[in-house]
């Protein structure tokens, strides 16, 4: 069955970086379009960055570009977010999703918990 | 940024009741090469990741009850449900996936009255 398991969230202070990192079972990793979605404290689901299945091409929400870069490496069948200058508006759940071809969201993991406080 | 407005932001309904959520997006997700509309629904509870209900607005992801349904086009949509169960309460969202960055709706909040 599928799996997506996040890692690498944790209490981080204001300025500093962090990798999420996503590993994927069940499902051959390298088909898949995959994407990182968050939910802060008290609030609705923000969509955040997507990456292609080859990892050629990669989409950003208007409030991340520049700052969260989405990679992947099909070896390790891993998805990761690189999230730089985190600031207390990046505290959140943040989840990864795999991506059918053209589709919706259709699996997601049980997200990894990010805290930003000094 | 297609922008996704969910009506009402919360509501209650008695246990067998039918439930309706709308959702507008700022505009279309139809797309004409296949006909097919953008747009997903998704269930969120506390502590649990998001479950897809509902793509191409109107299909049904395996195992969601019937009692669940998906109808609109163009720029508005709806979720039904057609006879609310206690482990109905969650949020609802809706999605657009039709442009290259994607967006949530706010959410509906789904309450036993």
Same mark, same amino acid.
């Given at each position: 069955?599928?799996? %997506?398991? @996040?890692?690498?969230?944790?209490?981080?202070?204001?300025?500093?970086?962090?990798?999420?990192?996503?590993?994927?079972?069940?499902?051959?990793?390298?088909?898949?379009?995959?994407?990182?979605?968050?939910?802060?404290?008290?609030?609705?689901?923000?969509?955040?960055?997507?990456?292609?299945?080859?990892?050629?091409? @990669?989409?950003?929400?208007?409030?991340?570009?520049?700052?969260?870069?989405?990679?992947?490496?099909?070896?390790?069948?891993?998805?990761?977010?690189?999230?730089?200058? %985190?600031?207390?508006?990046?505290?959140?759940?943040?989840?990864?999703?795999?991506?059918?071809?053209?589709?919706?969201?259709?699996?997601?993991?049980?997200?990894? %918990?990010?805290?930003?406080?000094? | 940024?297609?922008?996704?407005?969910?009506?009402?932001?919360?509501?209650?309904?008695? #246990?067998?009741?039918?439930? &309706?959520? $709308?959702?507008?997006?700022?505009?279309?997700? #139809? =797309?004409?090469? $296949? $006909?097919?509309?953008? #747009?997903?629904? +998704?269930?969120?509870?506390?502590?649990?990741?998001?479950?897809?209900?509902? =793509?191409?607005?109107? &299909?049904?992801?395996?195992?969601?009850?019937?009692?669940?349904?998906?109808?609109?086009?163009?720029?508005?949509?709806?979720? !039904?449900?057609?006879? #609310?169960?206690?482990?109905?309460?969650?949020? +609802?969202?809706?999605?657009? =996936? +039709?442009? !290259?960055?994607?967006?949530?709706?706010?959410? !509906?909040?789904?309450?036993?009255?």
């Amino acid at each position: 069955q599928v799996q %997506l398991v @996040e890692s690498g969230g944790g209490v981080v202070q204001p300025g500093k970086s962090l990798r999420l990192s996503c590993a994927a079972s069940g499902f051959t990793f390298s088909r898949y379009g995959m994407h990182w979605v968050r939910q802060a404290p008290g609030k609705g689901l923000e969509w955040l960055a997507v990456i292609s299945y080859d990892g050629r091409n @990669e989409y950003y929400g208007d409030s991340v570009k520049g700052r969260f870069t989405i990679s992947r490496d099909n070896s390790k069948n891993t998805l990761y977010l690189q999230i730089n200058s %985190l600031g207390p508006e990046d505290t959140a759940v943040y989840y990864c999703a795999k991506q059918p071809y053209g589709g919706p969201l259709d699996n997601w993991g049980q997200g990894t %918990l990010v805290t930003v406080s000094s | 940024d297609i922008v996704m407005s969910q009506s009402p932001d919360s509501l209650a309904v008695s #246990l067998g009741e039918r439930a &309706t959520i $709308n959702c507008k997006s700022s505009q279309s997700v #139809l =797309y004409s090469s $296949n $006909n097919k509309h953008f #747009l997903a629904w +998704y269930q969120k509870k506390p502590g649990q990741p998001p479950k897809l209900l509902i =793509y191409w607005a109107s &299909t049904r992801d395996s195992g969601v009850p019937d009692r669940f349904s998906g109808s609109g086009s163009g720029t508005d949509f709806t979720l !039904t449900i057609s006879s #609310l169960q206690a482990e109905d309460v969650a949020v +609802y969202y809706c999605q657009q =996936y +039709y442009s !290259t960055s994607w967006t949530f709706g706010q959410g !509906t909040k789904v309450e036993i009255k």
